[in-house]
C-alpha cells in the first residue's frame, strides 16, 4: 500500500511516494504542470495501490491535476497549507524546498489518512455555480478599486480621469449584474437554494457561497458541514487565559459569507437576535458573538435541508415488486 504526497506550483508538481509502514525509504520525483505530464502522472499512479494521495491546495494550479486524478477514480485528499506549515514545525524541518515539501504532504497524510476527506468530485451544476461565485467575488474586488482610484482622483482634480473610471464602474456594474441573473438561474434549479433562503439572513448570495464551497456530500449534515466550513470553535487554553476561536480550517469565502449573514439576522430575527445579546451579556466581544452566531446559522441550514432530504424520503412510493 502507497501514500502519496503531491508539491504543486505553476511550473512543477514535486511528487514523494512513501509506504503505509514506519519506516519507509521515499521516493520523489519531478514532472511538468502540464496536461499531458498529468496524464503521464496519473496513469503511473493507476498501476500502484494507493491509500490515499495528498494534495497540498494551491490557489488553482492543483486543479488540473485534482481533476484528473477524480477522473481516475483515485483517493485524494485536499490539504490546507495552514496544516501543513504547523506539522512542519511539528517534524521541526528546517529546509522548505518543493521536493521537502512533497515529502511533508506525504507524511502528513500517512499520519493523519484516517482523519483526511476524500475528494468527490462536483455535481455540474455545483462545479458552475463555484465558478460564477468566484467570478463574482474577482468583479467586487475590480469595483472597490476602482471606486478608490475615482475617489483620489476626485482629491486630484483629475476630472478627465474621473470620467474615464465612471465608465469602467459601470461597466463592472453591468457584469456584476449579468452574473448575478446568472447566479439566480442556476440557484432556481437547486431545491437546497430554496431551502436555506427561507433562514433570515440567508439571501441569493450566501446561499450561492455555502453550497458552492461546501461538498454536496455533507449537504444536511450538520456536524461535518460545519467542521469542513471551519465555523466549529476551537478552544485555547493556557493557564488562567483562555479563549475560543474558530478553527478556520475550511474555505475562507464561506466563514465571510456567513458573517455577513449573522450580521443581518442580528438585526432582523428576534431568536438570533437575543442569543447574540445573551453572549454579549456573559461578556463575549461583539466579533465572537457573531462568529458563533454564524455558527448557528449554518447549523440551522444544514439541519434545514437534513429535514428536506428526510421529507423527500418519507413521500417517496416504493418501486413496484
Keep these: 500500500m502507497t501514500i502519496i504526497g503531491i508539491d504543486v506550483s505553476k511550473d512543477w508538481l514535486d511528487v514523494a511516494q512513501l509506504g503505509t509502514t514506519v519506516p519507509s525509504s521515499p521516493t520523489t520525483s519531478r514532472v511538468a504542470n502540464t496536461a499531458a ?21 494551491t490557489g488553482a494550479y492543483h486543479l488540473p491535476l485534482l481533476t484528473a486524478l477524480l ?23 528546517r529546509q522548505k524546498t518543493d521536493r521537502q515539501d512533497a515529502l511533508l504532504i506525504a ?11 476524500q475528494v468527490h468530485p462536483a ?11 468566484g467570478y463574482r467575488e474577482g468583479r ?6 476602482l471606486l478608490n482610484q475615482r475617489e483620489a482622483a476626485c482629491w ?20 456584476l449584474a449579468a452574473v448575478d ?24 448570495r450566501v446561499a450561492a457561497i455555502v453550497l458552492a464551497y461546501l461538498p454536496a456530500e455533507l449537504w444536511g449534515q450538520v456536524k461535518p458541514a460545519v467542521g469542513y466550513a471551519g465555523m466549529h470553535p476551537r478552544l485555547e487554553q493556557s493557564g488562567r487565559s483562555q479563549q475560543s476561536r474558530l478553527s478556520k480550517a475550511g474555505p475562507a469565502p464561506v466563514r465571510r459569507a456567513l458573517y455577513l449573514a449573522a450580521l443581518v439576522a442580528v438585526r432582523h430575527d428576534p431568536d438570533i437576535q437575543q442569543r447574540y445579546l445573551r453572549y ?5 466581544p461583539p466579533k465572537e458573538a457573531l462568529c458563533i452566531m454564524a455558527h448557528a446559522l449554518l447549523r440551522h441550514m444544514m439541519g434545514a435541508v437534513n429535514a428536506y432530504y428526510r421529507q423527500q424520503d418519507d413521500t417517496t412510493e416504493p418501486l413496484a415488486a
Design 181 to 204: 441573473r446568472a447566479i439566480a438561474a442556476l440557484l432556481a434549479t437547486v431545491p437546497e437554494a430554496a431551502i436555506i433562503q427561507q433562514i433570515i439572513g440567508v439571501g441569493p
Design 156 to 175: 486630484a482634480d483629475s476630472p478627465t480621469v474621473q470620467t474615464l473610471l465612471a465608465t469602467d464602474v459601470d461597466h463592472v456594474e453591468q457584469q
Design 71 to 93: 477522473a481516475a477514480n483515485l483517493p485524494v485528499s485536499l490539504i490546507n497549507p495552514v496544516q501543513i506549515k504547523a506539522y512542519r514545525q511539528v517534524r521541526a524541518v
Design 140 to 145: 467586487v474586488k475590480e469595483r472597490t478599486r
Design 37 to 57: 505530464a498529468i496524464a503521464t502522472l496519473v496513469s503511473h499512479l493507476r498501476r500502484l495501490t494507493i491509500t490515499r494521495i495528498g494534495l497540498e491546495s
Design 107 to 117: 507524511h502528513f497524510t500517512r499520519t493523519y489518512v484516517q482523519d483526511l476527506r
Design 280 to 284: 454579549r451579556a456573559r461578556g463575549k
Design 123 to 133: 455535481t455540474p451544476v455545483q462545479a458552475q455555480l463555484r465558478e460564477l461565485v
